[in-house]
Nanobody
Framework: QVQLVESGGGLAQAGGSLRLSCAAS????????MGWFRQPPGKGREVVAA????????YYADSVKGRFTISRDNAKKTVYLQMNSLKPEDTAVYYC????????????????????WGQGTQVTVSS
């Protein structure tokens, strides 16, 4: 049974940093691309960043480019999201997700392409 568990959320001040982690179990983690999505209060879920199985390809939403970095450690079965220069508009529940197809070199950015999701971790950025 695939399980994704996020951690590292919390309260940060504008301009501060947080590092989210997502630990996977129940699968061959290294085969799959991973994504980070977020859902701001009262809004829909949106892609933040994604990374392919080998870390050779990454994607960032325009709103986080230059501030957030996605990475993965296949040995630890963990994907990370380093968030710097946080803004109040980054406030959201952040979810990690597992792509449904193995060994894709491209990264995919729509929710329908991700089949397993974590429970989410709250990130709140105060001004």
């Amino acid at each position: 049974q695939v399980q994704l568990v996020e951690s590292g959320g919390g309260l940060a001040q504008a301009g501060g940093s947080l590092r989210l982690s997502c630990a996977a179990s129940g699968l061959t983690f290294s085969m799959y691309a991973m994504g980070w999505f977020r859902q701001p209060p009262g809004k829909g879920r949106e892609v933040v960043a994604a990374i392919n199985w080998s870390s050779s390809n990454t994607y960032y939403a325009d709103s986080v480019k230059g501030r957030f970095t996605i990475s993965r450690d296949n040995a630890k079965k963990t994907v990370y999201l380093q968030m710097n220069s946080l803004k109040p508009e980054d406030t959201a529940v952040y979810y990690c997700a597992l792509d449904t197809r193995p060994y894709l070199n491209a990264v995919r950015t729509t929710m329908q392409e991700y089949g397993n999701w974590g429970q989410g971790t709250q990130v709140t950025v105060s001004s």
